[in-house]
DNA sequence: TATCGTCTGACCATCTCTGACCTTAATTTA
DNA sequence: TAAATTAAGGTCAGAGATGGTCAGACGATA
C-alpha cells in the first residue's frame, strides 16, 4: 500500500495528464481536505515530488483566492544538455537531487539506463570518506567530475 | 532442516518465480514478522543470496511506505566483465593503461562511445590537483571510482 | 577446535507526516 | 481610504516509520 505522498503525487500527475493545458491548478486547503491530511503535507509532496530536477515548475499565489499551479516542463528538444547543466549549477550541488535528475534524464531518453548508473557512482561519498576527505571538498569534486562528465556527453550524441 | 537464511531466499526465488513483473516487492519489517527473525536478517540473505554476482539487484527505500525491490538480471554479459575488472586490478593503477582498456573494451564493442568518454573523465587530474590533493590520493580515489562504475556496468545489461 | 556461514541487536540514515507559527492578498469595516 | 479581518499559502522543527550497517555472539562442520 502506497504512503499519502505517493497517492497526492498520482492524483496530480493523472490530473496534469488530464489537462489541456501544460499546467494544473488546485487549491492547497482543498487538496488536503480531499486526502484527509494537513495542508503542509501538500508543500510536502510539491517539494519531493515536483521539483525541477524531475521536470516540474510550480507556482503559487496566497491570500483570498490562492492558487497553487504545477507545470510539467518539457525539455527543449534543441540543447537538453545545456539546460541539464545550468539546473545542476543553478542551485546547490545535492547528491539526492543530482540521482532525481539523472532518473529524469534516464526517463526521457536522454541517457541510457547504464550511462545513468555510471554517472550515478559519482555522487557516492563512500571513496572520499575512505581516504579522509571531508564532505565539503568530496562534495566539490564530486560536482566538478559530474560537469565534466556531462560536457562530454555533450560532446558525443546518442 | 533448511536454516533460516535458506527459508527466506527459497521464498524470494518463489515469489520472483510467479511473478509477472522482473521483480518482487516486499517490505522487510514484514518479511522479518512472516519468518520471526530481526529485519537486519533481511539484508543478509540480500547480501549472500541475491548479490549481483549471483545475478540479482536490489532497490530499496526507506521511511514510511518502505520498500525493498528484488531483480532478476540477465547474467549473459557477466562473464567478459570480470575479466576486465581483475585485469585493472592485478597491475599498478596507471591511467594511461586505464584509456589503453577503455579504448579496447570499446572497440570490441563492450561499452558504447559515450561510455568510454565518460570513464575516461575519472582518469583526468586536474580536479584533484586543483583542490590540493596529492597525485597518490588522487590516483587511489580514480582507481576506486572506476572499479565502482565497472562494477554499475556489470549490474546492468543492454 | 578453527573457520566460515548465520543470526541478533544497538545504532544510524532517510523518507513521511503533523502542527505551530509566519507571510501575503483580498475583503470588510470604521 | 486606512485599519482590521478573513482567507489563502509557506516554513520549519520534530515525531513517526521504514530500511541499512556493523560488530560480535552463535552454531555447523571440516
Given at each position: 500500500m502506497p504512503n499519502l505522498t505517493d497517492c497526492i503525487e498520482d492524483y496530480l500527475k493523472k490530473l496534469l495528464a488530464l489537462s489541456c493545458e501544460p499546467y494544473v491548478e488546485v487549491q492547497r486547503r482543498e487538496l488536503a481536505k480531499k486526502f484527509a491530511c494537513v495542508p503542509s503535507q501538500i508543500n510536502y509532496v510539491l517539494e519531493r515530488r515536483f521539483s525541477p530536477e524531475r521536470g516540474y515548475l510550480v507556482e503559487s499565489r496566497r491570500g483570498g483566492g490562492g492558487w497553487i499551479r504545477i507545470f510539467r516542463l518539457k525539455t527543449s528538444q534543441a540543447s537538453p544538455w545545456r539546460e541539464v547543466i545550468e539546473s545542476l549549477n543553478g542551485r546547490e550541488y545535492e547528491p539526492s537531487r543530482v540521482r532525481q535528475l539523472l532518473k529524469r534524464l534516464y526517463e526521457e531518453k536522454i541517457i541510457s539506463r547504464r550511462e545513468s548508473f555510471l554517472l550515478e557512482?559519482?555522487?557516492?561519498?563512500r571513496i572520499y570518506e575512505e581516504k579522509g576527505l571531508s564532505k565539503k571538498k568530496a562534495r566539490e569534486i564530486q560536482h566538478e567530475l559530474l560537469n565534466e562528465a556531462l560536457e562530454e556527453l555533450l560532446k558525443v550524441s546518442y
Open positions: 557512482t559519482v555522487t557516492r561519498d
